[in-house]
């Protein structure tokens, strides 16, 4: 079994920052790529931001580019998603998620169906 676990969730103002922290657990499996998706409440789950573990290489939705990094520490097997200059809009649960599904090289891993392991959610508020 493998468990995503995220924390650093919370309540901050309008242009605030906020860093996400993943640490993956349990079984080990051949992680290809770790992603950060999000869920407000009424909408569906929507990407964030991906890192393919092997390269490094990093993709962001267009409503967080500029203002979010992801990075990762092998050592600790564990994700960030360092976010800065937040807006209310940014409120929603955040889940960290894992890919095991090698999908060829150059890819980006920006679905939901990309990945095969999901944490449970951390809490992220912004208020105006």
């Known amino acids: 079994q493998v468990q995503l676990v995220e924390s650093g969730g919370g309540l901050v103002q309008d242009g605030d920052s906020l860093r996400l922290s993943c640490t993956a657990s349990?079984?080990?499996?051949?992680?290809?790529?770790m992603g950060w998706f999000r869920q407000a409440q009424g909408k569906e789950r929507e990407f964030v931001a991906a890192?393919?573990?092997?390269?490094?290489?990093?993709y962001y939705a267009d409503s967080v580019k500029g203002r979010f990094t992801i990075s990762r520490d092998n050592a600790k097997n564990t994700v960030y998603l360092q976010m800065n200059s937040l807006k209310p809009e940014d409120t929603a649960v955040y889940y960290c998620?894992?890919?095991?599904?090698?999908?060829?090289?150059?890819?980006?891993?920006?679905?939901?169906?990309?990945?095969?392991?999901w944490g449970q959610g951390t809490q992220v508020t912004v208020s105006s």
């Open positions: 349990g079984r080990t499996f051949s992680r290809v790529a």
């Open positions: 998620a894992a890919s095991s599904i090698y999908s060829g090289q150059g890819y980006r891993y920006m679905s939901i169906s990309d990945y095969n392991y």
């Open positions: 890192i393919r573990w092997s390269a490094g290489s990093t």
